[in-house]
């Protein structure tokens, strides 16, 4: 279906237990993620998102974007490598480059490559010098409903020229089908360490043990702290995580939801995961057309580390794509009612 006044793309996919999931062309955004619960009259809405298409593009906490060329912060807005330096497009107001530049992949209309009632195929075709970055650059994104209340994302991508690359998608969760405080959930993730950073959110140095302080998630526990009154304090992070990676697909995040209705088991190939409990989602606007409230909902973005591209000390794969490689990463969202 395509929006007659904005020209945008409508695709739907759902599969044989109901799980619905409706993607907009532009970005290859997730609008809206739907579950139906025993006992619930309407399926459960698990993501933050706008009114309309357009309601939900015009926000700009990147609500369900496919995020690109390199998600996360690269700071200064500079990438060096052999001795070579490209200057890249800054946020305004910034001296750094967040999720690809202020025109990046998400602010893009990908070409629908193919899609079904169980799958949609996009793709999006990114020139040399695009946002800063060196080479030109195929990004495509797959997906897929294969069932059983799962959706898998397959990520990939090729180059002319040496490259850094990053994609992933942001959507933002909040699975009590309601955007109240995101940090009544409960959240496991299987990492040991944290990467430390500045007041602009920009890598400080060395990775860090988290054992005995607030990040450690290694056991599934409430985001925030639980008051006697019932409120939340405390839970504020923007943080990425080294998982404890394995080849293939491992676990990436656990999230149950504050009801403990639903529960969500994250996989990726990626090493890294982005936690954002949503600090600032104030300034944006939920499926009501009001302002949301802080702490909304929640993102898990499976990546590399912030800054990966000037930092190849770090203990993860190499970030940077050469010529005749192909970029390949996978996410797994499997859901669980109770």
Same mark, same amino acid.
Request: with cysteine; aromatic share 8%; proline share 8%.
């Given at each position: 279906?395509?929006?007659?006044?904005?020209?945008?793309?409508?695709?739907?996919?759902?599969?044989?237990?109901?799980?619905?999931?409706?993607?907009?062309?532009?970005?290859?955004?997730?609008?809206?993620?739907?579950?139906?619960?025993?006992?619930?009259?309407?399926?459960?809405?698990?993501?933050?998102?706008? /009114?309309?298409?357009?309601?939900? +593009?015009? %926000?700009? !906490? =990147? #609500?369900?974007?496919?995020?690109?060329?390199?998600?996360? *912060?690269?700071?200064?807005?500079?990438?060096?490598?052999?001795?070579?330096?490209?200057?890249?497009?800054?946020?305004?107001?910034?001296?750094?480059?967040?999720?690809?530049?202020?025109?990046?992949?998400?602010?893009?209309?990908?070409?629908?490559?193919?899609?079904?009632?169980?799958?949609?195929?996009?793709?999006?075709?990114?020139?040399?010098?695009?946002?800063?970055?060196?080479?030109?650059?195929?990004?495509?994104?797959?997906?897929?409903?294969?069932?059983?209340?799962?959706?898998?994302?397959?990520?990939?991508?090729?180059?002319? /020229?040496?490259?850094?690359?990053? +994609?992933? %998608?942001? !959507? =933002? #969760?909040?699975?009590?089908?309601?955007?109240?405080?995101? *940090?009544?959930?409960?959240?496991?993730?299987?990492?040991?360490?944290?990467?430390?950073?500045?007041?602009?959110?920009?890598?400080?140095?060395?990775?860090?043990?988290?054992?005995?302080?607030?990040?450690?998630?290694?056991?599934?526990?409430?985001?925030?702290?639980?008051?006697?009154?019932?409120?939340?304090?405390?839970?504020?992070?923007?943080?990425?995580?080294?998982?404890?990676?394995?080849?293939?697909?491992?676990?990436?995040?656990?999230?149950?939801?504050?009801?403990?209705?639903?529960?969500?088991?994250?996989?990726?190939?990626?090493?890294?995961?982005?936690?954002?409990?949503?600090?600032?989602?104030?300034?944006?606007?939920?499926?009501?057309?009001?302002?949301?409230?802080?702490?909304?909902?929640?993102?898990?973005?499976?990546?590399?580390?912030?800054?990966?591209?000037?930092?190849?000390?770090?203990?993860?794969?190499?970030?940077?794509?050469?010529?005749?490689?192909?970029?390949?990463?996978?996410?797994?969202?499997?859901?669980?009612?109770?």
């Amino acid at each position: 279906m395509t929006d007659a006044m904005t020209g945008i793309q409508v695709l739907t996919l759902e599969d044989d237990c109901g799980l619905r999931l409706a993607l907009l062309d532009r970005g290859a955004t997730w609008w809206s993620l739907q579950l139906p619960l025993p006992g619930e009259t309407t399926p459960r809405e698990l993501l933050l998102g706008g /009114a309309t298409p357009q309601a939900h +593009l015009d %926000n700009t !906490a =990147y #609500f369900g974007a496919t995020i690109g060329r390199v998600a996360n *912060r690269i700071g200064g807005a500079l990438i060096a490598r052999k001795g070579r330096v490209w200057p890249l497009v800054p946020q305004a107001g910034s001296r750094h480059q967040l999720h690809g530049g202020p025109d990046g992949f998400h602010r893009r209309r990908w070409f629908v490559e193919s899609s079904s009632t169980r799958h949609a195929r996009f793709r999006l075709l990114s020139p040399d010098g695009d946002q800063g970055y060196p080479g030109a650059l195929t990004a495509e994104v797959t997906v897929t409903l294969p069932g059983a209340l799962v959706v898998d994302l397959e990520l990939r991508a090729t180059t002319s /020229a040496p490259t850094p690359v990053c +994609l992933t %998608n942001h !959507a =933002y #969760f909040n699975l009590d089908g309601t955007p109240g405080d995101v *940090r009544r959930h409960r959240l496991m993730l299987p990492a040991a360490h944290v990467l430390p950073v500045d007041e602009e959110l920009i890598p400080l140095g060395p990775l860090q043990t988290l054992a005995g302080t607030a990040f450690d998630f290694r056991r599934l526990r409430t985001i925030g702290t639980l008051a006697s009154d019932g409120s939340v304090g405390d839970g504020v992070y923007d943080h990425a995580f080294l998982l404890d990676a394995a080849p293939g697909l491992h676990p990436a995040a656990t999230l149950c939801a504050a009801d403990g209705r639903v529960r969500l088991e994250m996989q990726t190939t990626l090493p890294a995961l982005q936690l954002y409990t949503g600090a600032f989602l104030a300034r944006e606007r939920g499926r009501d057309a009001r302002a949301l409230p802080a702490h909304a909902g929640v993102a898990l973005e499976p990546q590399f580390l912030p800054d990966s591209p000037n930092h190849p000390e770090w203990p993860q794969p190499s970030c940077w794509l050469e010529p005749g490689q192909t970029w390949s990463h996978q996410i797994r969202y499997a859901f669980a009612t109770r």
